[in-house]
């Protein structure tokens, strides 16, 4: 340790802590720069050192930060609005989806979109949108599908003439369980789009106990007409009665 006392040193310089300039060499590099050593005193060299060792640490704590913490893009969500419409409408489509990060770049169906919805104005048939997204490493992509459909009627009625007044749901599935309470003088019946194939009921875990179907062609609501399966059960005067349809 040198000192004000100290004899064995004579050029040290204790305020600099370092050698006068004419008995050392030249000292440290800076901006690319060869600075003398009596540049800077000894708690200036010391603080910048403090800040550059500080500075180095970390840009490397950051650097494996960002590592660790990387997540590949995903998609959390992707929805289409309506899914399904009624056939003969035209339709305004709203897509709408939500991400776990903010992507780079993203499209749907190869066309370019920016923020986290869609619309698409004037569908009339079936259509499957595909959102792609990518955030310059990884990408990912997710699919959704709106489609037309025409109602499915079911209820209790004396004839065959009121279909369209009966209870529906606008699906292409013809398999359901329904429940329908025929009072005295009314039938069970069930109408579904002839494409939609046949169905087979079950009451009470016993297969039968409706009529060959009649068809008819019915119109919707939006002037699309179709030929129509109508069932109707056996018996009228069943009450209330559950029943489990299946495609045959």
Known sequence: MHDEYCNCC???????????????????????????????????????????????????????????????????????????SEMGSSQTITLAWSLNKTATSQNINGTPVTGNSKQYTGVTSNQTYTLNVSDGQTSASKSVSVSFANRIYYGAAADLTTVTSLNSVLSNDPERTITVNAGTGKYIIYAIPTRLGGVTFFVSGFEGGFEDPVEQSVTNASGYSETYKIYRSTRAGLGETTVEIKEV
Do not use: C, H, M
Request: hydrophobic share 35%; net charge negative.
């Open 10 to 84: 004579p050029d040290w310089n204790d305020d600099k802590n370092r050698f006068q300039p004419e008995n050392r060499f030249v000292g440290d590099i800076e901006d690319g720069k060869r600075y003398p050593f009596d540049v800077y005193k000894k708690a200036e060299a010391d603080e910048r050192f403090a800040v550059k060792q500080t500075e180095a640490d970390l840009q490397a704590l950051t650097a494996r930060v960002n590592a660790l913490e990387y997540k590949s893009i995903a998609i959390n969500s992707f929805s289409a609005a309506p899914p399904v």
